[in-house]
């Protein structure tokens, strides 16, 4: 009886939650309704993979560097792997908006325009991404931003075949990121066509907070590079907001720097291990064209790949760490464990975890399967288990239970 009092009394504190609307609610669930009708079409169920051109090119881009980058993405067997969207990022516009106020493509770097682009990266498997800011300009200040203009600024994109748009925040006007970027959200729902929404405000306003009502992935720190002091920081900001990632609602930690040459390979290691099992936008960095063995390696390891694109979409967190020596771990569908033993510190450690520490119970069986040495470990314990990781550093597992 207590019970059936209690189901009774949720139901209908429910339905009051429900039918209580205010304009700002139905706004909400508006919203909400549209992140879930790009969901129910496969729009970011993961996180989303691809390549972007900002952390190697910066400004340097043009159509012949984008279309040669879209081929060594299919021709390096990255785009198999499920990396598929090509984004480009700012300083693909000219500087000034035409005379009826259209964004029109730069005509020295982008002769053909952005829908021959876009279809050239359609023809190719793949999706394209473009990249517009919330303010009055980028934040190059190269090309005009997007305030004020987002209907037409989507209606463009959704013509021109685009299927991802990152939103930057520079020379904003000062008002709430939650209006800007609502507004664009807004005009990519009327524009007829499925398009990622990836919020990019640097997680000034903690967006994981309010950003899934609009969009489907938010920057939450500052801009990336290509240092282990970068990487380290930006991976325990990025660790705060775990509880509110999902299918469809990522945070991003930025794109990857693997390869662009300012780490060494154990470094790039953990960099990518870290952004995977944190369920980061999987965005490359660097110039594929010229990718190195390594870097396709680690870029390619589709044991870590496919960590991050796991059905149950919940992120790994940190849960110790003691001198530099941290131990991050998520759950995984068929209640798979996945652990990384990360080596902070300069010098070679043992770093080691109890199955009790990541909700499995030490009487369970587990069979452990190495990420990075694709192979199962030999186990001599039941309970826990540990391991040498060298320093800067990495172990990537997944801890399978086969009974108990
Ligand atoms: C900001 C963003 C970067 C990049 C640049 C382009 O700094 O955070 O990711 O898009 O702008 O100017």
Known sequence: MPFLFAALFHLLWHAHQVTASSPVNSTHRSQQAYSHSLLANGVARTPPMGWNSWNHFHCDIDEKTIKSTADAIVSTGLARLGYKYVNLDDCWAEGERDNVGNLRAKASTFPSGIKALADYVHSKGLKLGIYADAGKRTCSNKMPGSLGHEYQDAKNF?????????????????????????????????????????????????????????????????????????????????????????PGRWNDPD??????????????????????????????????????????????????????????GVQGRKIRSNGGLEVWAGPLSGKRVVVVFWNRSQARAIISVKWREIGLSPSTLVAVRDLWKHSFVSMNKRYRMGAYVAGHACKMYIMIPVRG
Not at 165 to 194: E, F, I, V
Not at 213 to 238: F, P, Q
Not at 271 to 279: E, T
Request: hydrophobic share 35%; glycine share 8%.
């Open 158 to 246: 959704a013509e021109w075949g685009v299927d991802y748009l990152k939103y930057d925040n520079c020379y904003n006007d000062g008002s709430k990121p939650q209006t800007r970027y609502a507004a664009m959200s807004r005009a990519l729902r009327n524009a007829g066509r499925l398009i990622l929404f990836s919020l990019c405000e640097w997680g000034q306003e903690d967006p994981a907070k309010w950003a899934s009502s609009y969009g489907h992935s938010w920057r939450t720190t500052g801009d990336i590079n290509d240092t282990w002091a970068s990487i380290t920081s930006i991976a325990d900001s990025n660790n705060i907001w775990g509880r509110y990632a999902g």
């Open 255 to 312: 794109m990857l720097e693997v390869g662009n040459g300012g780490m060494n390979i154990e470094e790039y290691r953990s960099h990518f291990s870290i952004w995977a099992l944190m369920k980061a936008p999987l965005l490359i960095g660097c110039d594929v064209r010229s990718a190195s063995k390594e870097t396709l390696t680690i870029l390619g390891n589709k044991e870590v790949i496919d960590v991050n694109q796991d059905s149950l």
